[in-house]
């Protein structure tokens, strides 16, 4: 499947402009930890603008999202993407992540958020503004941004990269996509 294909059929699940961006920042995210640890760019970029395909469908329900992405994409992209979609919500399941690919789908759509959290404290509430001293700095502030996993943000470390250099990587992606994610 082809990005703007990707795109298309993300667009027609998934009607919230806010999660559409999230998808967004998340494949910018993907697509430069593949970079990073040499994987197929295109392949960890549509995992990351797919990931939350089945989030309308499943009215949030984390028992069953990632879980209803098989049906809507089978056939239609590598069955190891899909694969990673439905380990970013392990937990739903009792799994435990192993791989690196789903580990570093789980962080890099986790620190998304993270990221924009930080950038909308900001004053001009753009994502230019934020550093990576931020981004480690809030990390052990426990009561900002509290509903996102600190933990999910660092199984980085299973897909082998160090925090700091997640967090380098990750807010690099998301400020050279900054146009597409209106901040």
């Keep these: 499947m ?20 999230h998808c967004l920042a998340s494949e910018a995210i993907l697509r430069g930890l593949a ?37 809507l994409l089978d056939g239609k992209v590598d069955a190891e993407i899909i694969d990673a979609i439905e380990m970013h919500n392990a937990e739903a399941k009792g799994k435990t992540r192993e791989k690196v690919f789903d580990a570093a789908l789980t962080a890099g759509e986790t620190i998304s958020g993270f990221i924009t959290a930080i950038a909308l404290v900001y004053p001009d509430k753009k994502v230019g503004s934020v550093k990576v001293k931020s981004i480690t700095k809030r990390m052990k502030e426990t009561r900002f941004a509290a509903g996102v996993s600190r933990e999910k943000i660092l199984e980085c470390e299973k897909a082998g990269i160090p925090f700091e250099r997640f967090a380098e990587i990750a807010l690099k992606a998301m400020q050279d996509a900054a146009p597409s994610l209106g901040l």
Excluded: C, Y
């Design 2 to 21: 082809e990005r703007e294909e990707a795109l298309n059929l993300l667009k027609q699940h998934v009607k919230s402009e806010a999660m559409i961006k």
């Design 35 to 71: 970079r990073e640890l040499k994987q197929d760019e295109n392949k960890w970029g549509l995992a990351g603008l797919l990931h939350d395909i089945d989030v309308e469908i499943t009215g949030g329900d984390m028992n069953r999202h990632a879980f209803e992405t098989r049906p």
